[in-house]
């Protein structure tokens, strides 16, 4: 039976650290805030919303919705990001997507001010953690990925990753990441050959493709970790991620369930981007 690696206990240990580091910010004069910009009502969206909401009030940390119709022009869209960044009292932002395909998306990433891009949609961001550079911030699920190894004391350098995927999102962020802490990756994809036995030869295997349950008992060997951070529906509507749970997990040797894994996780790295964000803000005055 395969070691569950659920992020409940993460996020516990993460919160105290938190709190302490939010109160910290208050003293110094700064309340952390994060703007959340949202185009609609997908369920999606406001399901994360309202996680992230009880999340930062438990934690302290302020919340600022920006909420616009989901046809809005991309003027006001525009307007909207600019108007976060010459905002003193935000911290952090947020932003939904997949954006409506008559907003250039990449164009509104961009315009987000580094400082406050907390889940590293921007290219400047991306940039820095492709270079190993401290500015800016990883994209939040990536870094939720190695947070999760590292509570679990699961060693990193030395080993051979592999990482299905190749999104900006998650696959090459959290390959350069891994690579950052001397592990040996593979990134893999659709069009890879032989993905099974290059899988099942890997010690840590990164599931990052979308596709529900794609990946059975066939690509995974025994003892490996499997961080699986597909959020999926079958065709029955229940909640799952790209590997098949039941037939895997008798195999390896520990993984991430769906949901009560790497979901959680991400969400308070956000947070925890917003107050780092925050602390800048007050090491900048000092």
Request: a negative charge.
């Given at each position: 039976m395969a070691k569950m690696l659920a992020g409940k206990e993460v996020v516990a240990s993460m919160a105290a650290d938190l709190r302490s580091r939010v109160e910290a910010c208050k003293a110094a004069g700064t309340d952390p805030a994060l703007a959340i910009v949202r185009l609609g009502e997908r369920p999606d969206d406001l399901s994360y919303e309202r996680t992230a909401s009880k999340r930062a009030e438990a934690l302290g940390i302020g919340i600022k919705p920006y909420v616009l119709e989901e046809f809005a022009p991309q003027q006001a869209l525009q307007a909207t990001i600019r108007s976060i960044n010459h905002d003193a009292t935000v911290h952090g932002c947020l932003l939904f997507r997949p954006l409506p395909s008559f907003i250039d998306e990449r164009a509104?990433?961009?315009?987000?001010?580094?400082?406050?891009?907390?889940?590293?949609?921007?290219?400047?961001?991306?940039?820095?953690v492709f270079a190993d550079s401290p500015k800016g911030f990883p994209p939040c699920t990536a870094a939720a990925c190695l947070r999760m190894l590292d509570h679990h004391g699961i060693p990193i350098a030395g080993k051979h990753v592999v990482v299905i995927g190749r999104s900006l999102v998650i696959g090459k962020p959290v390959a350069m990441m891994l690579l950052a802490r001397n592990a040996s990756v593979t990134i893999c994809h659709s069009k890879t050959e032989n993905l099974p036995r290059i899988c099942k030869s890997a010690d840590i295997v990164v599931c990052a493709t979308g596709r529900p349950r794609a990946f059975g008992p066939q690509y995974f060997s025994p003892g490996q970790t499997v961080l699986d951070v597909g959020i999926n529906f079958d065709t029955q509507g229940r909640l799952c991620g790209d590997v098949d749970f039941d037939a895997v997990e008798p195999i390896v040797g520990a993984i991430t369930p769906v949901p009560g894994g790497l979901g959680s996780v991400t969400t308070s790295i956000t947070m925890e981007h917003t107050v780092r964000a925050a602390e800048r803000v007050v090491e900048a005055r000092s």
């Open positions: 509104m990433c961009d315009l987000l001010d580094v400082r406050k891009d907390i889940d590293g949609v921007s290219m400047e961001s991306l940039a820095a």
